[in-house]
């Protein structure tokens, strides 16, 4: 285990390592600049701007000097908005992202897995057409539909929650519905496949063979291994809600990260932008560990070596 940890470890280092250079150079790459719109930008003020946000000299230069302050955890300052740093900004925009990114997992995989199963053992059944009939219109219905129907609908004409904005506990039911209902979808199409084949498993008829009844097998046995695929979507799906959606944000007025990347690519702000792959990258490394720890968890027959 401990090997398997250090390995992955050393793993993540260079996965963070690569997404941010590779952020860091195509943004320094796109035509245009963070200082083409400033206003009076005379070459002299271009020039002093680019010293002062240590955006002078070959890229290379420019590459090799952001890195050093990533080795003194320095994230910089924004390029946009310069009274602020990375950081700063980070802490503003993550907490609301981080707490609707949150809800939303919590209701696409237990939901997800819930109507998965469902479907499964009620196979062929109005309840199994309904499920994936409803999975089918999730998928295909983009989130900037689904949201202003939503406000329409629960804001505007029942008058049960908020159009929009951040406060108490109403204001996140709606968006953390938009945001996790084509993923509850995913989960419980994912969920229904994977168990309608353990269910035809030989150990599953070993396990009946027994004496174990039907829901002694397919709690103790089935559900362990058909939920492995849907624990490894959980992993990627995970660290994406959590680092927020720039549609469903926009659609409810929430300030959150996920305008962070598209604002950052437009404005060629490229410091806000690493930082917000690092933070997305961490997050993706971190729970993709969860996952294989899960995985040795659920399935005995599953070590993890180094």
């Known amino acids: 285990m401990a090997a398997f940890l ?10 963070l390592f690569f997404a941010v250079s590779l952020t860091f150079l195509l943004t320094r790459l796109l035509p245009g600049g963070p200082f083409d719109r400033e206003k009076g930008g005379s070459a002299r003020v271009q020039e002093a701007l680019q010293e002062k946000y240590k955006l002078s000299g070959t890229l290379w230069q420019q590459y090799t000097s952001y890195l050093n302050d990533l080795a003194h955890l320095d994230l910089r300052v924004s ?19 981080l707490k609707l990114g949150g809800i939303a997992f919590i209701i696409a995989s237990t939901l997800g897995v819930l109507l998965g199963s469902l479907a499964a053992l009620r196979r062929d059944t109005p309840v199994d057409w309904a499920a994936m009939l409803g999975s089918l219109v999730a998928i295909s219905i983009p989130s900037f539909i689904t949201g202003p129907f939503l406000v329409a609908v629960f804001a505007l004409w029942l008058r049960w929650l908020p159009v929009g904005g951040w406060g108490d506990a109403r204001h996140l039911i709606l968006p953390a519905v938009c945001l996790s209902a084509p993923y509850v979808a995913y989960v419980a199409r994912l969920m229904r496949n994977s168990l309608l084949e353990v269910l035809k498993s030989d150990f599953l008829r070993t396990a009946r063979a027994k004496g174990l009844t039907e829901a002694q097998a397919l709690v103790r046995h089935a559900l362990k291994v058909a939920i492995l695929p849907v624990v490894t979507y959980l992993g990627p799906l995970a660290a994406h809600l959590l680092t927020g959606s720039m549609v469903v944000e926009s659609v ?48 005995k027959r599953i070590r993890l070596h180094g």
């Open 79 to 97: 390029t946009k908005y310069r009274d602020w740093t990375v950081t700063e900004i980070l802490a503003q925009k993550m907490p609301s992202s």
């Open 252 to 299: 409810f007025n929430i300030s959150g990260a996920g305008s962070i990347f598209v604002n950052s690519i437009q404005n060629r702000d490229v410091f806000p932008l690493c930082g917000a792959v690092i933070v997305y990258c961490t997050l993706l490394v971190v729970f993709n560990l969860i996952v294989d720890l899960l995985y040795s968890v659920l399935d």
């Open 6 to 15: 250090l390995r992955r470890l050393l793993s993540s280092f260079f996965v």
